[in-house]
C-alpha cells in the first residue's frame, strides 16, 4: 500500500510540474517529432504543441513575434541568425540530425539510380519546396546543377510551400517525381512505396538541422527538457531509424 501511495503521489508530483511548449519544426522532421513527442511526453508530463512547416517562413514569423518556443528548423543557418539577432537564446542551437535528399516518384520502378530521368520526356512535373525559404528546396536546385541538367528541368519544376507539399505533389501524381526527405519515404514500420534515388551527398551542401531555445521559451522548464530530450540516447534512435545520418 506505501509503494501504490508513493507512486501516486509521484505521479502526481510530475503532473503538477507538466507543461506545454510551443514547437515549430521543420516540415521534413514532422514525423520523427511526432514518435518523439510521444516518449517524451511519458517521461516528463510535457506536452507539446507543434506547427509544422517551412524554416524560413517560421523565421519570418519569429522575428514577427509569433509565441514559438523552440525551432526545430531544417538548417543550422536559420537558429544561428536568431541566435545573432536576439531573438533566440545564445548557445542552445545544436545540431540535433543530418537531413537526406531523395528524388521519389509514387510510381515503382520509375526513378533511376542516377537521376537520368528528370531529363526524360515523360516526366513532365518535378516538385520541389520553394528553395527561399526550404533548406531541401535549395539542395535540389544544388542537385540539378551539379547533374548538369537545369536547362532540361526548370520548365518542369512545380514549387512548393514545404517540402511537405512537395511530397505531396508527388504522392498524388500532380508530379511524377520530388525532391522530398528521406525521412518521408523511408518510415519505420511501414513498407516503403514507389521508386528513389538516395542523393549522394556529395552533389549539395550538407543539410545541418540545428534545433534551439527561442526567447520566449526561455522561462519554460518544458522547453529546456525537449531540448534536452532531443539529444538523448532514445531520440537519436528516432532519429536515426528515420534515415538522417548522424
Same mark, same amino acid.
Given at each position: 500500500?506505501?509503494?501504490? *501511495?508513493?507512486?501516486?503521489?509521484?505521479?502526481?508530483?510530475?503532473?503538477?510540474?507538466?507543461?506545454?511548449?510551443?514547437?515549430?519544426?521543420?516540415?521534413?522532421?514532422?514525423?520523427? *517529432?511526432?514518435?518523439?513527442?510521444?516518449?517524451?511526453?511519458?517521461?516528463?508530463?510535457?506536452?507539446?504543441?507543434?506547427?509544422?512547416?517551412?524554416?524560413?517562413?517560421?523565421?519570418?514569423?519569429?522575428?514577427?513575434?509569433?509565441?514559438?518556443?523552440?525551432?526545430?528548423?531544417?538548417?543550422?543557418?536559420?537558429?544561428?541568425?536568431?541566435?545573432?539577432?536576439?531573438?533566440?537564446?545564445?548557445?542552445?542551437?545544436?545540431?540535433?540530425?543530418?537531413?537526406?535528399?531523395?528524388l521519389w516518384s509514387a510510381q515503382p520502378g520509375l526513378v533511376d539510380g542516377d537521376a537520368a530521368v528528370l531529363a526524360s520526356a515523360k516526366v513532365k512535373h518535378v516538385a520541389i519546396a520553394n528553395p527561399k525559404v526550404a533548406p531541401y528546396g535549395a539542395a535540389a536546385l544544388e542537385v540539378?546543377?551539379?547533374?548538369?541538367?537545369?536547362?532540361?528541368?526548370?520548365?518542369?519544376?512545380?514549387?512548393?510551400?514545404?517540402?511537405?507539399?512537395?511530397?505531396?505533389?508527388?504522392?498524388?501524381?500532380?508530379?511524377?517525381?520530388?525532391?522530398?526527405?528521406?525521412?518521408?519515404?523511408?518510415?519505420?514500420?511501414?513498407?516503403?512505396?514507389?521508386?528513389?534515388?538516395?542523393?549522394?551527398?556529395?552533389?549539395?551542401?550538407?543539410?545541418?538541422?540545428?534545433?534551439?531555445?527561442?526567447?520566449?521559451?526561455?522561462?519554460?522548464?518544458?522547453?529546456?527538457?525537449?531540448?534536452?530530450?532531443?539529444?538523448?540516447?532514445?531520440?537519436?534512435?528516432?532519429?536515426?531509424?528515420?534515415?538522417?545520418?548522424?
Amino acid at each position: 500500500m506505501k509503494q501504490l *501511495l508513493g507512486a501516486l503521489m509521484l505521479a502526481a508530483a510530475a503532473a503538477a510540474r507538466a507543461g506545454e511548449v510551443q514547437v515549430a519544426v521543420a516540415a521534413n522532421f514532422a514525423g520523427p *517529432l511526432a514518435r518523439i513527442g510521444e516518449a517524451f511526453a511519458a517521461a516528463t508530463g510535457h506536452q507539446l504543441k507543434v506547427s509544422s512547416g517551412a524554416t524560413g517562413k517560421f523565421y519570418t514569423q519569429i522575428v514577427s513575434g509569433a509565441p514559438f518556443e523552440v525551432l526545430i528548423a531544417a538548417d543550422d543557418e536559420t537558429p544561428r541568425r536568431l541566435v545573432a539577432e536576439g531573438h533566440a537564446v545564445a548557445g542552445t542551437n545544436f545540431t540535433y540530425a543530418t537531413g537526406r535528399l531523395v528524388l521519389w516518384s509514387a510510381q515503382p520502378g520509375l526513378v533511376d539510380g542516377d537521376a537520368a530521368v528528370l531529363a526524360s520526356a515523360k516526366v513532365k512535373h518535378v516538385a520541389i519546396a520553394n528553395p527561399k525559404v526550404a533548406p531541401y528546396g535549395a539542395a535540389a536546385l544544388e542537385v540539378i546543377r551539379a547533374r548538369g541538367l537545369t536547362e532540361a528541368v526548370t520548365p518542369k519544376l512545380v514549387t512548393a510551400e514545404s517540402i511537405a507539399q512537395a511530397y505531396q505533389f508527388a504522392f498524388t501524381g500532380n508530379a511524377e517525381l520530388g525532391f522530398v526527405a528521406l525521412s518521408q519515404v523511408v518510415v519505420p514500420g511501414k513498407p516503403s512505396t514507389g521508386s528513389y534515388w538516395l542523393v549522394p551527398p556529395t552533389l549539395h551542401r550538407e543539410i545541418r538541422q540545428d534545433a534551439v531555445l527561442l526567447r520566449t521559451g526561455a522561462k519554460n522548464p518544458a522547453a529546456a527538457a525537449l531540448l534536452a530530450y532531443l539529444k538523448s540516447d532514445a531520440a537519436r534512435a528516432v532519429i536515426k531509424d528515420f534515415g538522417y545520418a548522424p
